[in-house]
């Protein structure tokens, strides 16, 4: 895989399709040897989730260098569509905002395409020193990555793993303020959270999305 230009890491968007496309064509206007590494999160509680995906899958068939990670969410929807007991966990998670954006009634009629592209998201991703996931991993564990549920569920402030203590994670999950989301990129933290609430537009400090630039620690919102 070749060397990227820029190497940067999308907070969790949450169906907020108007500020995930201001923010990839109008601040970080993508070029085709960027690597784009979205940590999960597309859907539920936002407005336009199918308008997320149909977006990113775009990008993707455009030829953008294109990385997507599974976060809880698009677990839940996973499971719901797979079993009836666990439909409910996922409504109360803001899963019938997502079914009313692909305009479904129930867990049923999904079109292939974007099974395709639930079912296909990695759990994690690593380049060089920094290791990509949607919340975090098992640090009790002699390997860290043989534990999905908690890389979607679970986070940690820090790690002690012989695997991690040199590396650097770079996740979403959690919703913070972009001030705290800035403190830890200008702190060199080893843990840095990107997800500062795109869907949360009503909270002080929150209702933005937030991308980094690993390369330069450059910061890029909407």
Known sequence: MMIPQR????????????????LI?????????????????????????KEVIDFIISLKEKGFDIITLIGNHERMLIDAFKEDSKIPLWLLNGGGETLDSFGLKATVGLPEIYWK???ELEYFYCYRNYIFVHAGLNDKIID??????HMIWTRN?????PILKE??????HTPITSELCKAMIKQNSQ?????????????KGYGI????????????SA
């Open 7 to 22: 190497l940067i890491a999308i907070g969790d968007i949450h169906g907020c399709f108007v500020s995930l496309k201001k």
């Open 25 to 49: 064509e109008n601040k970080i206007c993508i070029q085709k040897p960027d690597r784009l590494i979205f940590l999960g999160d597309y859907i539920d509680r936002g407005p336009n989730s």
């Open 117 to 119: 592209f639930f079912i």
């Open 144 to 149: 860290p990555f043989e534990d999905k549920y």
């Open 157 to 161: 402030d820090n790690y002690s793993n």
């Open 167 to 172: 590396k650097t994670i770079i996740h979403g």
């Open 191 to 203: 843990v840095i959270n990107l997800d500062t609430g795109c869907v949360y537009k009503e909270k």
């Open 209 to 220: 999305l937030t991308a980094l630039d690993i390369f330069s620690n450059t910061i890029y």
